[in-house]
């Protein structure tokens, strides 16, 4: 089922009353997952869990992949958003476990070090679908304070 839109005006013409039909672009939905984030020593294990497909839909030709990496607050830089830098070698490809029902995908990133020492930490999550040709797209982000 697609989405069409038109435009009805009842103050117009005989005729016009109704505008071309033009259909809305397609829009997926974000899928619903649930991001979690333990703490060890000098470790965090990060675990997702929702439901995935197994990657052989027309469109899409292998499971969705799904990393996390360590970014530390830049000190010199004073926007909250623009901050932030992800620290070299700390991405980490999560493992998933699990059926397409509920899928489960897990990994350990370092929680400390960096290059500004003591500065704020956080672990970014993205899950990228891959399609026929090879480009990607990301479906899932997410964001967890370390």
Do not use: F
Request: aromatic share 6%; hydrophobic share 35%.
């Amino acid at each position: 089922m697609r989405l069409a839109l038109v435009r009805y005006q009842p103050n117009s013409l005989d005729g016009y009353s109704v505008s071309k039909v033009v259909p809305s672009p397609m829009a997926q939905l974000s899928p619903e997952r649930k991001a979690t984030l333990v703490r060890g020593s000098g470790t965090a294990t990060i675990s997702v869990t929702g439901p995935a497909y197994t990657g052989n839909s027309w469109l899409a030709t292998t499971r969705p992949s799904m990393r996390a990496v360590v970014e530390q607050a830049n000190p010199a830089v004073p926007d909250p958003h623009l901050r932030w830098e992800e620290i070299t070698g700390s991405a980490v490809a999560l493992t998933a476990t699990g059926s397409s029902a509920q899928m489960t995908w897990t990994g350990t990133v370092a929680a400390t070090g960096g290059p500004y020492g003591n500065a704020p930490r956080r672990v970014c999550i993205t899950e990228t679908e891959r399609h026929l040709g090879g480009t990607g797209r990301v479906v899932y982000l997410d964001v967890l304070t370390l």
